[in-house]
């Protein structure tokens, strides 16, 4: 099913394989083409068709109402601002989940449509203060609470089966029970200001999180629907914190604007409170979400 398509510039060549460029591709209307004229040697597999299809069925929307109040206070050298946010998050979920006691005239389990919902409201303060060690240069601390809320995707309580994927064949489910992420982040930050126009900065910041997110791993066992299959589940761990080290440079010259600037970061989850059947392959989530007025969010996805 091979078409014309080439292009040896592709991603500067980062699809070419030895010395070949990327290409020539597979061309779509001689795979539909061979299909209709062999349908006789394909068979579909209506059952587990159905069933994987209702499984991975949603539609899902997340909403978030946001408000926040702020106060700053100078005296001498120091500058004191303080503030809380104030976040409600809602989220509406339909899914399908199947009944097999109750067969159709196709042979196929009963579809019931399942409504949920979650909500929660989260305080999130925050203290800053500056002090002006000289007229160009200031120290600032900083500590502040945040969240990082599940993917939508994560939360819902789907099933979703792929049986050709590179690794092996997969399942993967959502997870309607995680969390929100919550982090304490502290701050020290030194910084100078440069005539006409320039800063350089440098600073430590440490994150304390709690119940991050985490992808698990685990094996289905015989006996049980998609057997051998490798099963992937968010979940919320423990505890993690992230530390590191940053500094940045830029400067106005004569000529166009110049930056530079570097970070080192450090992150180190606590996984020991978590069951041994699972694996744990992917780093805490680290989105945080601020200054975020009134939004909203919805997915839908049907295999």
């Not at 991975?56 to 109040?69: I, T």
């Not at 199947?98 to 019931?112: E, W």
């Not at 440490?206 to 992808?215: A, E, G, M, R, V």
């Amino acid at each position: 099913m091979q078409g014309n398509y080439t292009n040896p510039s592709y991603y500067d060549n980062f699809f070419k394989i030895g010395s070949a460029a990327y290409g020539p591709a597979s061309d779509y209307n001689k795979i539909v083409q061979s299909f209709l004229a062999n349908q006789s040697n394909f068979s579909l597999d209506q059952a587990n068709s159905f069933r994987r299809t209702q499984r991975a069925f949603f539609d899902a929307n997340e909403r978030v109402y946001a408000g926040y109040a702020q106060n700053v206070i100078s005296l001498g050298k120091f500058r004191v601002q303080t503030g809380v946010r104030f976040e409600g998050t809602t989220t509406d979920f339909l899914t399908h989940q199947l009944d097999g006691t109750v067969i159709d005239a196709n042979g196929n389990p009963t579809v019931r449509p399942v409504n949920q919902n979650t909500g929660y409201v989260k305080i999130l303060p925050s203290v800053q203060v500056q002090y002006q060690l000289q007229s160009n240069t200031n120290l600032r601390g900083n500590f502040s609470q945040g969240i990082s809320r599940p993917n939508i995707g994560d939360l819902v309580p789907t099933s979703q089966v792929d049986p050709n994927a590179s690794g092996g064949p997969t399942v993967t489910n959502g997870n309607a029970d995680l969390k929100p992420t919550k982090s304490n982040n502290y701050d020290i930050l030194i910084e100078h200001f440069f005539q006409p126009l320039g800063i350089l900065q440098a600073g430590y910041f440490y994150k304390q999180l709690s119940d991050p997110i985490y992808q698990t791993r685990s094996l289905i066992p015989t006996g049980q629907p998609n057997a051998g299959f490798f099963l992937f589940e968010p979940i919320n761990g423990p505890s993690a914190h992230i530390q590191g080290f940053e500094a940045a440079w830029e400067q106005r010259f004569s000529f166009p604007f110049a930056a530079a600037g570097s970070e080192y970061m450090e992150l180190q989850p606590d996984v020991r409170q978590i069951a041994l059947v699972r694996t744990i392959c992917h780093q805490p989530q680290r989105r945080q979400h601020r200054c975020i007025p009134i939004c909203s969010r919805s997915g839908q996805s049907a295999e």
